[in-house]
């Protein structure tokens, strides 16, 4: 399945390269909401609240209750988690927070399980160069996506994997590195990270993953 990603900061809807550097932006927010609402799941990324910059968080609210979501950026306890799906996300998405001073947080994973249904609980594997990175994918961690895997399936339905090597440059995922993830997890797995071509989305729904898009279809190199 195809997941439209919408990317949030600044009030406006952007793509950035590898995270970093701004592609695209656009300000007519209604129009991809549009664009977007045929899909069964669109992913709605606050990106300033994931690198505490703020956040967008009545944008957040306007895209929730037209669009069925999973929610994501800076969502680092019980409570905002809570808030976000009673605003009507789909699902949560949780990263940073799982990780404290470098090491996985297995506490706050079972707090999370314990306190949310864990079918709307997503945890995210965010990974450069082979390492999980957090706060935005500003700071990298000494800590693998096998290791997150390994250590937090019991804790969640599904997983989100991003290879942020690839992320904007819409040259393709490798999918030997995504076969390795789906081997690793019997969760449900949604992957994202240069997703560029129909062939791509159709090799991973074979798997059964869903693959999250963005840049490829604010480009117009995929339909969406």
Known sequence: MLIPSIDL???KIVQLVQGEKKKLEFDNVDYWIE?????PVVQL???????????NRQLVKQIVSRLNCQVG?????VETARELLNLGAHKVIIGSALLTEGRINHHHARELA???????????????GGWVAIDGWRTETAVTAFEMIHELEPFCESFLYT???????????????????????KRHLVVAGGITG???????????????????????????
């Open 163 to 185: 290879h942020i090597d690839t992320e904007g440059l819409m040259g393709g995922i490798p999918m030997e590195t995504v076969h390795a993830i789906h081997r690793a997890t």
């Open 35 to 39: 664009r977007f609402s045929k899909h």
């Open 198 to 224: 129909q062939h791509e989305i159709d090799a991973l729904d074979a798997l059964g993953i869903d693959a999250v898009v963005g840049m490829a279809l604010y480009a117009g190199k995929i339909k969406g």
């Open 9 to 11: 900061m600044g009030g």
């Open 114 to 128: 314990e306190a949310i249904p864990k079918s709307a609980l997503m945890f995210a594997l965010d990974s450069r």
């Open 73 to 77: 950026g800076g969502i680092r306890s």
């Open 45 to 55: 990324i606050d990106l300033d609240a994931a690198r505490g910059a703020g956040d």
